[in-house]
């Protein structure tokens, strides 16, 4: 078993997670207290799959954030007014 992999669709994440248990990263953030630290298994990095990247309105008539979406891509993205406490928390 691989200890860092990333893959590029849903189905591979999901693939990879059935076969063995991984520690799932989308982002990092919260890997970087454990510097130094042994994580307690191999790493799937969701941050390849375009699916969860994105800022897509919802069927509901509201959007759909996913989660590898970076505060980058949501400061800059035009969202409602609603929304607006969203993107200055993200600057």
């Known amino acids: 078993m691989d200890g860092y992999v990333r893959p ?3 189905p591979d994440a999901l693939q990879l997670i ?3 248990p991984r520690v ?6 919260d890997l970087y207290p ?3 630290m ?13 699916d969860l990247q ?6 509901d008539g509201g959007l759909r954030i996913g989660s590898c979406t970076t ?6 993205a035009m969202l409602p007014p609603a ?9």
């Open 71 to 76: 505060w980058t891509a949501i400061c800059k």
């Open 38 to 50: 042994q994580l307690a298994g191999p790493v799937l990095d969701l941050g390849g799959i375009a």
């Open 18 to 20: 059935a076969e063995a």
């Open 34 to 36: 454990q510097a130094g």
């Open 83 to 91: 929304l607006q406490a969203l993107q200055q928390a993200a600057t």
């Open 54 to 59: 994105c800022i897509t309105p919802s069927a």
């Open 8 to 10: 590029a669709t849903l």
């Open 24 to 29: 799932v990263l989308a982002g990092g953030t």
